[in-house]
Structure formats: C-alpha cells, structure tokens
C-alpha cells in the first residue's frame, strides 16, 4: 500500500465486501442487483480504462435477439429445446434493461430490424426464407406472433444495390449504449456502489477471509469477488474457456435525407449496420480472417477495413455523397457454448463471460445471474 494514503483513506477506500472487476453492462448490473437485495453490503467496481474497456460502450446497439441465419447455425449447435431458451434469455434480458433504466433513457426505439441478401447469396436466402414459419412458431410465445416476414418491397425503400431479398424482424430494435452505459453507471452509483476508473488489476492474492487485489493505486481488500471483463478475464485467469473476438465499427457524417431506418444483417451476422443521428454506423468483418480478430488489442487492419468500405460504398449507400467520419473498435468474447459462462471458478471468486456479441440482449440478466450466485453464499 503506497505510504501517501492517510489512515482515513486505507480505512474507507480499500475494504469491501464485494468487490467487481469490469463496469460493463454485466458488472453493473451484478453490482445494482448485489446492493437492491443487500443494501448493507459494500460493493465496489474497478475498471481498467477511463471508460468501461470492451463492449459495452463500443458496440452498434442492436437491441436483437439473432437473425434467422444467425438461429438457424445456433439450433445446429445448441438443438431447437436449447436455442428456445437462448432466445428467451436474451428477450427478456432486453426486457429486464428496459425496465430498469426505461425506454426513454437507454433511445430504444422499434424500428425493426432486417438481414440482408445479395445476389449470389440465393442457396442461403431461400434456406432462411424456408425457415421463417418454422422460427415465427418457435418464438411465438416467447417474443410475439409473425416476428419474421419476407420485406422484399423495402429494399428499393431503403435503396440497397444489389440485394434481392430482405427478412424483416418486426420486433428487433436499437438503442443509444452510450446513454445506457451512463444511466447504469448513475444508477450503481446512486445506490451506493463506488466506482474506481483507471484501476487495472494486476494480481489476485487468496488470504483468510478473503483477497487482496493488487492495483497500482494500491492493494484493496474484498471477503468475495466477481469477474466480468469477458474476454479480457484471460489475463487474471487464462485457464477460463473464452476466446475474444475484436468488432471493428465505421460511423459516417451526418447524411441529409438518409433511407435507412433499423438495424440490419449481412452475412450471417457478421457485418451488422444502422441509422444514428442521420448518420450509418457499420461494423463486422471478423469472419474475413477470424484468427487476427482473435485479440484483445483495439485498431483496425486494412483487410476488414476495406470490406467494410466496400459494403458501405456499393450496398448500402451506392449513389449518395458521404464521409466516414472516424473508426473504433470493441473487443467481445466467444466460446463453443452459446449460454454465458456464469459460475464460481475458485471459492469466493465468481465470474460472468462469454456473451457471445450478445451483451445488450443478455448483458443485464447475466450480471443479475453472477449477483444470484454469490448471494447464495451470503
């Protein structure tokens, strides 16, 4: 412990009941669920970056739940009983965060969701059509009636070239992540939960009665932990079963009289777009050589970079005057198992990863899992 801190600042600012590594969507929601249930409990967040690191503020806001190639690869994984709860999982995860910050404060707005079809792409375009009636009857009483049409007529309407087929999700919708993020952040804070940014845990020292967590601005003490920084869990863990996953993201300048309205698919969901403020925010691409976008580190690389320039030039916007006005990344985590890795990995030490890209629509209800796991241990 650095010889600056006073005694009052040893004594209040570094011993916690629960501490939580990672203030993304899942630490947030594990802390805000820790103190509604305990409220005497003292439950702090550290994170890494200035900014929550990862996902959860550098994601596109799809407020989605999968699309029909998406579900149709998941039920050859996981089975049909499986993917049902897959899917209900994520839609009343979506359910959960609405209610909790309302639909106001996150910008959720239903303006339905499409995947998108080319030309060529006719085998994959009518195996998913022939699958619309099977996937509206699986869901139909999870998410609603007639979830998935055929919305061949809107292509023209939103002005895509060279796409000759179109399924619309009538209940896929976005939000703004950045105004979720910060609504959670007031919220865990507001309840009483500390949050230290710029606080990068370096090691994990087990003693009785609990931990030390040692950070450069100094060893703070917990009696039990959670882990949520998903991919990034490898570097205090590497043995946990996650691999990540970097998503590359392009955002234009703003466009007069923009067609495009929703969030839309492309290729199996790896390359996803939307409208925002007049402007077209498009990321993906992983799929082009996924053992490079195997990483933790942020940036771009030429080859993803320029599939996405191309998309954007002769699909999505051909014929319209635009301009990328700057370029991110976000890092997620992927495992063979669709379902969160959510369990006690050490006495004391839990952890809640691997969301598959599919943080907003599960990130809420995986942090309440994680929060539900260790207060069976109180």
Same mark, same amino acid.
């Given at each position: ?31 805000? *669920? ?93 195996? =998913? ?6 996937? !509206? *009857? ?22 895509? @070239? ?5 399924? @619309? ?28 940014? !710029? ?6 020292? @087990? ?9 450069? !601005?100094?060893?703070?003490? =917990? ?63 992983? !799929? ?65 990863? *691997? =969301? ?23």
């Amino acid at each position: 412990m650095p010889t600056a801190f006073s005694y009052w600042e040893k004594e209040s600012f570094f011993t916690y009941d629960i501490i939580i590594i990672g203030s993304g969507i899942v630490g947030l929601n594990a802390a805000i *669920r820790l103190i509604k249930t305990a409220p005497a409990l003292k439950i702090a967040i550290l994170e890494r970056g200035f900014l929550p690191t990862g996902a959860s503020t550098k994601n596109a806001g799809f407020a989605c739940f999968g699309s029909i190639s998406e579900l149709i690869e998941q039920e050859e994984c996981a089975g049909l009983d499986d993917l049902a709860l897959l899917i209900e999982k994520r839609w009343k995860g979506l359910l959960k965060l609405r209610n909790l910050l309302g639909d106001k404060t996150i910008d959720y707005q239903c303006l339905g969701g499409y995947e998108l079809f080319k030309d060529d792409d006719i085998f994959l375009a009518d195996t =998913c059509v022939s699958k619309i009636e099977h996937y !509206n *009857r699986l869901i139909n009483d999870i998410v609603g009636a007639d979830a998935f049409a055929l919305a061949n007529k809107k292509i023209s309407l939103f002005g895509f @070239e060279g796409i000759s087929t179109l399924i @619309e999700n009538r209940y896929e919708a976005q939000i703004d992540s950045g105004k979720m993020m910060f609504a959670l952040i007031q919220y865990a804070q507001k309840l009483g939960v500390s949050i230290f940014n !710029n606080c990068t845990v370096d090691q994990i020292q @087990e003693e009785n009665g609990g931990m030390q967590l040692v950070t450069k !601005n100094g060893h703070f003490f =917990c009696k039990r932990l959670i882990v949520t920084t998903n991919a990034f869990i490898k570097d205090l863990f590497p043995d946990i079963d996650v691999s990540p996953g970097r998503g590359q993201v392009l955002i234009t300048k703003p466009i007069k009289e923009l067609k495009i309205a929703g969030t839309f698919h492309y290729d199996k969901g790896y390359y996803y777009f939307r409208n925002i403020n007049n402007r077209v925010l498009l990321g993906g691409g992983r !799929n082009i050589n996924f053992k490079a976008e195997e990483t933790t580190e942020f940036g771009q690389n030429e080859p993803v970079q320029l599939a996405l320039e191309d998309l954007l030039k002769n699909v999505i916007l051909p014929k319209v005057n635009y301009e990328i006005d700057y370029r991110w990344s976000g890092i997620m985590a992927f495992g063979k198992i669709l379902e969160p890795l959510i369990e006690e990995i050490k006495p004391n030490i839990f952890c809640a990863t *691997r =969301c598959n890209g599919m943080g907003i629509a599960i990130g809420a209800q995986t942090g309440e899992d994680v929060a539900n796991l260790l207060l069976k241990k109180l």
